[in-house]
């Protein structure tokens, strides 16, 4: 058989192997997106089914978002949770990687029981932290009275309820950035470190000078994942908080289910959906784009 004939066959063999995949990809992925932005030009409600057809004034919902002090909250609470939730993850990570970069047997075992959270299920992880924010059966709050500290109810405090979800986020999510960062520390070479030693550099200056340029891209493309991934904190809101006190934690994506099941107006929760996906998609290709520029310039 000739050249051509065997890169015919191997394409063949390629699409056959893929089109499984690709047909259940589409099923699941593609055709929920394409439902979700036609339901997003409409005023469905599930009370009037003449409504998911209704497509007179497409860009309605769209054009009261900007006019909604609820979404524009959930926008500014998103940013929030996002922005202390990943600073917390990279630094902590980072600190973690760092402090457990040692061979002994105990640092392995601390590193596979810093991976527990991340692994079990998000829904619970809100049961385990709605439980230790419990004021009547909280360890927490035991060990706050045994040391004579009175404590609010975080989760329904107007200082403190942010505060506790980004805990709670910070505590599932912080082996992803540890398990990155460490990765990258075991492919620095001894060397690199061995020579600045020799040359008097203090560790300080090792960290800095050594080990921070080599882990510093892992630490952007950790930061970047989870950023983007900081969109999904609904089952913390929802066990926790329930959004509350008042709008302090209704986040986005909390929003547009209140609004989809509590309120009924499916098309109004279809477009702030869109807006929500539309802005993880333009900040994840701005982080791309000013790595692509910082490699290019390097």
Known sequence: MSESGIDGE???FIAFALTPSLIVLFAVAVLPAIYLIVTSLTPFQLTTPGSATDFSEPLRNYGLLP???RFVNSLA?????SVASVLFQVLLGMGLALLLNVPSRFVEFARTFFLIPMVLPPIVVAVIWKLIYAPDISPLYYAAQ???VTLPALTSSVDFALTSIVIADTWEWLPFTFLMVLAALQTIPDEYSEAALVD?????????YVTLPFITPILVISGMFRLIDSVKAFPLIFLLTGGGPGTLTEVTNYYAYLLAFD???IGYSSAVTVVMLLLVCGISLGLVWMGQRKKALA
């Open 67 to 69: 006019g909604d002090p």
């Open 200 to 208: 008097g550099a203090s560790k300080l200056q090792i960290f800095w």
């Open 263 to 265: 309120t009924n107006e």
């Open 77 to 81: 609470v998103q940013a929030k949770l």
């Open 146 to 148: 045994a040391l004579h």
């Open 10 to 12: 191997r394409r063949r």
